[in-house]
């Protein structure tokens, strides 16, 4: 006959079994690692209690289903919010320059695809689009940079349109608001909030072949930007294609910013 202690032990040994295999088949499904699992464990309870999120509307697509998923750009935490209504592990592409330290050591274990501002960033294109093909989810920001104005949306990269017209699948438009942002990647974590995440219906875009024709990314560019600020609430908002010299603009922006804070 069993002692207590080994009853306990037993017990013990049966939770983690069923833990194991909880785990397994989450990753399986989801498409996570063992240290992406580990890191969903800790997002979803900041998500849903410290920033305590709201949802309205579900993920569209099937499982199997490639997309890219576009959402406005609020903080440095965006992605995190988006990826719970996800129904596997996104690849999000993210600017070259956060990884580094701590930020990304986060990023390299969420595989994100780093890619180079103010270009074309060839490689990181084609990985995306590989990605997307093979049925995964490719997350992207079609604003380059982090709102801090007063607009809905700032003008929009054609980035996402050549990627989803290549790949040949949908994009899906989200938006998030609420989230707290004080100038860093990381200082959302300063402050508890509501957040708000809408998500929409895909958009089709086969009926446009696979072509590098710059008028029709424009207009695909558009109509995300545009069904976006739809789901924001605010319909009437007029979307813009970022310049040529968008990095530029975005810097004297920031600077402008930073000055007026100052004063």
Known sequence: MLSTGQWWALLGGVI???AVVFAWRFCRRYGFNAMQLLLYL???PLTRFYWRTKYQGRWPLSHEQGAICVCNHTSGVDPLFIQRAMPKMARWMVAR????GLMGWF??????IPVRRGGADTAATKMAIRHAQSGGIVGMLPEGRINVGEEILLPGRPGVALVAIKAQVPIVPCWVEGIPYFGSPLSSFRKPARVRVVIGEPIDVSAYGQTDDKAVLGEITLRC??????????PEFEPKLAGRHWME???RQAAAKVSSQDH
């Open 16 to 18: 983690l079994l069923v």
């Open 42 to 44: 800790v997002q979803w």
């Open 97 to 100: 320059e956060y990884f580094t």
């Open 107 to 112: 990023l390299r274990q969420s595989t994100a």
């Open 225 to 234: 930007l545009k069904e976006i600020a739809v789901l924001s609430g605010h």
């Open 249 to 251: 603009e975005a810097r």
